[in-house]
């Protein structure tokens, strides 16, 4: 299959895009962190320290065809030593949410991480009812290692985690 997105680098005024899918009600009820209100500026900031770090693996999502920013995924809590990490993956310009980008993306991403940078496993955290990022994740190849029950608190009641992993010898 051809590649219809790529991964790059923020730039500065991704900001300007992304700040629109952090207020978006609909897109924050999908993920496990706890929402909150952000300035532009609160966000030009997060971009522009995104660009300086070098902890983290995070990038734009963006399409082959015109070069539109549709969304991020990232590589976050990188452990050296035992070769582990956790993925994140968001679409957040809805005209492209189910058509594949997300997983187009996060395999890109997969790849470089086990052949590069040496990883054995990634692992996801998904709320439970975040059905289609589930379905998503184990279509690449992750599985699921169990449950982190009441894990999150969101929208007034606790949620469940469904934790997943891929290794390198499910993927290559």
Not at 7 to 14: S, T, W
Not at 124 to 140: G, P, T
Request: proline residues 1%.
């Amino acid at each position: 299959m051809e590649n219809r997105v790529y991964l790059r680098a923020f730039e500065p005024d991704d900001y300007k895009i992304s700040i629109e899918w952090r207020r978006d009600p609909q897109i924050w009820s999908m993920l496990g962190g706890t929402r909150y209100y952000v300035s532009s500026a609160y966000e030009k900031k997060w971009v522009e320290d995104t660009i300086a770090q070098t902890k983290d693996i995070k990038l734009a999502i963006c399409l082959i065809e015109n070069d539109l920013y549709i969304g991020n995924v990232y590589i976050t809590d990188i452990n050296y030593i035992n070769r582990t990490c956790r993925s994140h993956v968001l679409i957040g310009n809805k005209d492209y949410w189910g058509n594949g980008y997300a997983g187009e993306a996060l395999r890109q991403l997969l790849e470089f991480v086990f052949k590069e940078r040496g990883m054995n496993r990634v692992e996801a955290l998904v709320l439970e009812d975040n059905i289609q990022s589930i379905k998503m994740l184990k279509r690449i190849g992750y599985r699921q290692d169990g449950i982190l029950r009441q894990s999150v608190y969101k929208n007034g009641g606790f949620k469940n985690q469904i934790v997943l992993s891929i290794l390198a010898s499910d993927f290559i």
